[in-house]
């Protein structure tokens, strides 16, 4: 089943998928390696645009659309917000790149959706976060 396909039927989808307040956790392997490849297949063909041009990008990984602006928009930028936008280019999966993620995680329901149908997530308890292993 496609991510597509199961909009047709939301009554058999868990409810965590809607109620962000539901705490999470990745079902792989506590390896930089494993989580990386849980956060491609959740993010999956997840965009995201960049807020100066509209220049469309991937959501994951993150360094494509950070590069973007810190690159082609470099002169708009202050030296914080270069900073942060290079901590989203590192290759290495670091805090800043694992909030961005949960942050959009939280937002999208596309992207829990895709966590549930790929068996990518299972629920904790009920608070407003989720838990990556570290
Ligand atoms: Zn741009």
Redesign the pocket.
Known sequence: MTVTESFAKPQEEPEWIRRQSTVLELTCDNDAAAIGRSLYAICGTETTY?E??G?ESLLWPCYEWAD??RT??ADFLTLEAKDNYSQMCEPELNQAQTMFFWIQFAMRVSMRRRAWLFDQVRPVASESRVHLPS
Do not use: K, L, N, T
Request: glycine letters at 0%; aromatic letters at 0%.
């Open positions: 960049c100066i041009c220049h973007h602006i082609v928009h």
